[in-house]
């Protein structure tokens, strides 16, 4: 009989996940899921219509700052994009003096800067990809080598910039901080980037790469058909691609610079992207991209919020108030029993949650249907079973929950062959570069930012020697204990 009603309580889950690999939206599989949660809870629990109420109310309640930041994380978007400092980046790279043992490396480097300028993965794949893929034709680069560079590189920022979407959710989910969050795993993640990047340069240096071309001619590639295409698939890549054309001065990176600088220094989010949005408009006048205060705070503030409005922010109030209502009927009390039983430590749990995160999104081939699916089940499996001396400790065990919702969703997407982005990835890729016919499995074999990404976070977890990399160290034992350890000992 208990296993039948475990089994009704997991239901909710099953049905928003099989929504999901349908193809519907969150914003109707989430309320969809909401309301079988509490149907499920009346019956099985005899739990009250209000008591399902205040439970999901207390619950979105729990994630209201994060519902800020995500609104005015849009306009920062739409302000970085349209006054150049995306193109700002780009520009950088072009400058560098790409040859064809660089280009990956380089191509890498510049999507990870861009993506945390910008917060899109996708965006910046499609920016990249028609000036990365030709440069490295034209320097006589390795394609293969060249696009699993980008491809890698522009889900950097997706797991670590503060306006990514995908950063701002799971961090909700979990009820940390953005930028504590970054601070936990700043060092963890530059060092994957620097990994990554000697890699792909000894990669190039393997394969014999010894091509030299001129990268001022690349932007003769983006052709009309091109330009169409992208308008059709990612307008946004089209503008940035017009800016860099065009030409915009390179002092346009000066508001991702204090937006990262502040970060770290543990300013406010709130204060971090607005000096973003600030210094990125009155520098936006020097530079001529900007535009009339008034069309500035229609068209940029108030539009931003209102997309963000649009889909997120409900989206994720949906979410929260589906896991209120699990939370109240206890469901993943079966799930966290299997993973406490493979656990003799707490990183161990911790580990296994990443393993879960993983296997999600592997299951739903989607990133954020990973994490809003499996972002409250390893949150209550973590509150559940662990006792930790002091809120800091389980605040710190919150980060590493949201970092693996995270990191093993834009970055495990990278070595899934079904999953979405690399099917948006192949469609970008032949899309501007009709020349090779890239598939899944070519985004793959050479993707060595998810690699490094991905199992390092495993083998870090698992053996505790996440204590050697800085502000990255878990609370161990004895200031967190399992609590199945504890009715042991007693």
Not at 254 to 261: D, F
Not at 441 to 457: C, E, G, P, R, W
């Amino acid at each position: 009989m208990n296993v039948v009603v475990g089994f009704l309580k997991f239901v909710p889950v099953f049905v928003l996940a099989g929504l999901m690999i349908q193809g519907q939206d969150a914003m109707i599989a989430a309320p969809i899921a909401f309301l079988v949660a509490v149907v499920i809870a009346m019956l099985v629990e005899k739990k009250k219509w209000q008591e399902c109420l205040d439970s999901a109310m207390g619950s979105v309640k729990n994630i209201l700052v994060a519902l800020f930041i995500l609104m005015i994380a849009y306009v920062m978007v739409n302000c970085f994009t349209s006054f150049g400092v995306g193109a700002a980046v780009v520009s950088l790279a072009l400058k560098v003096g790409v040859t064809a043992k660089t280009v990956a490396c380089v191509g890498m480097v510049c999507t990870a800067l861009l993506s945390v300028a910008t917060g899109t993965s996708w965006g910046t794949f499609a920016a990249c990809a028609p000036i990365f893929l030709w440069l490295s034709h034209i320097v006589g680069g390795d394609i293969y080598l060249t696009v699993c560079a980008i491809a890698g590189g522009s889900c950097f920022g997706d797991n670590i910039g503060l306006i990514s979407d995908t950063t701002i959710v799971s961090s909700g989910i979990q009820g940390v901080q953005v930028t504590d969050r970054i601070r936990h795993q700043g060092i963890w993640s530059l060092s994957c980037l620097v990994l990554a990047a000697i890699a792909f340069f000894v990669a190039a240096v393997v394969m014999g790469l010894n091509g030299t071309g001129d990268a001022s001619t690349v932007m003769d590639n983006i052709t009309p058909e091109i330009q169409a295409f992208l308008e059709e698939e990612k307008p946004v890549a089209l503008d940035l691609l017009n800016q860099v054309s065009s030409g915009v001065p390179i002092y346009m990176v000066i508001p991702l610079l204090l937006v990262i600088i502040f970060a770290v220094m543990g300013l406010n989010t709130f204060a971090c992207i607005g000096s973003g949005i600030i210094s990125s408009y009155i520098l936006g006048i020097f530079a001529g991209t900007a535009v009339p205060m008034q069309e500035f705070l229609d068209d940029y503030v108030m539009a931003g919020m209102a997309e963000a409005g649009s889909w997120v922010v409900p989206m994720m109030m949906w979410v929260a108030a589906f896991g209120g209502v699990m939370q109240l009927m206890d469901a993943f009390a079966p799930l966290a029993k299997l993973i406490t039983s493979l656990s003799k430590k707490v990183r161990h749990l911790l580990g296994w949650n990443a393993v879960l995160s993983l296997l999600g999104n592997a299951a739903l081939a989607d990133e954020m249907a990973q994490i809003v699916t499996i972002g409250p089940v390893i949150k209550q499996v973590t509150e559940d079973n662990v006792v930790c001396e002091s809120e800091e400790a389980m605040y710190k065990l919150k980060l590493r929950n949201a970092t693996f919702g995270d990191a093993m969703g834009v970055f495990g997407s990278q070595l899934i062959p079904w999953h979405v982005y690399l099917g948006f990835y192949v469609g970008i890729a032949a899309g501007v570069y009709p020349l090779v016919e890239l598939t899944n499995f070519d985004f793959i074999k050479f993707n060595f930012m998810a690699m490094i990404a991905v199992i390092s976070l495993l083998i870090l977890t698992f053996t505790g020697l996440d204590r050697f990399v800085p502000m990255f160290k878990m609370p161990t034992e004895p200031e967190v204990q399992l609590k199945k350890n504890m009715k042991k000992a007693a």
